[in-house]
Structure formats: structure tokens, C-alpha cells
């Protein structure tokens, strides 16, 4: 995985976080303040694929990350240096392990 796969799958990863959180809201609103179970049981099962779907792209993310630490080897924000980004490293920046492959 290329860090532009790696930067496209958290960007999405993060977009679906967001909108289940939303979706649960709205499941709760509407089971407090609706009578229509189907509408109820549609937003569930859309939750359902939803949480399949961040289940297998959370996945995908930590076979990415560094055996040695678990972050991600390419990305790391330092207070002081700001974010480096270096997709060409051997080495993880956070934990300096050798990368394989």
C-alpha cells in the first residue's frame, strides 16, 4: 500500500466514523420520537454494513502499520518539528525499526 492508498483509506475511515455517529443519533432520536419500525430497522441495518465496512478498513490500516510500534512509519507529528512525512524511509519514525519490503 502506497502512502496515497494509506492517506485515502484514513480519510474515508474517518468520513464513515463521523457519519455513524450520526447515524446513531438519528437512530436514537428516532426511536424515542417515531413510531415507523421500518424506518427504524432500515437506519440499523445501515449501521450494520457500516460498522462491517470500518470493521474490514480497520483492518486494512493496521496490516499497514509498523510491527514494532503499530503507528503509522511514514507519518509522525513531533510538537516541535511539526508533521514529517517521509514515504521513501527504511526505517519507522517513531519507533526506528526496520520496515520490511
Known amino acids: 500500500m502506497s502512502q496515497d492508498d494509506y492517506n ?3 480519510k474515508h475511515v474517518d468520513f464513515l ?3 455513524l455517529a450520526v447515524l446513531v443519533i438519528a437512530l436514537f432520536v428516532f426511536a424515542m420520537f417515531s413510531s415507523a419500525t421500518e424506518l427504524l430497522v432500515a437506519l440499523a441495518a445501515v449501521i450494520g454494513g457500516l460498522l462491517l465496512c ?3 478498513q480497520h483492518q486494512a490500516l493496521s496490516r499497514y502499520a509498523c510491527p514494532g510500534c503499530g503507528e503509522s512509519p511514514h507519518n509522525k507529528a513531533d510538537s516541535v518539528a511539526g508533521d514529517r512525512h517521509d514515504p521513501a524511509t ?3 519514525l517513531h519507533c526506528g525499526q526496520r520496515l520490511s519490503g
Do not use: Q, T, V
Open 17 to 19: 466514523e463521523s457519519l
Open 90 to 92: 527504511a526505517n519507522c
Open 8 to 10: 485515502h483509506l484514513r
Open 54 to 56: 470500518l470493521y474490514r
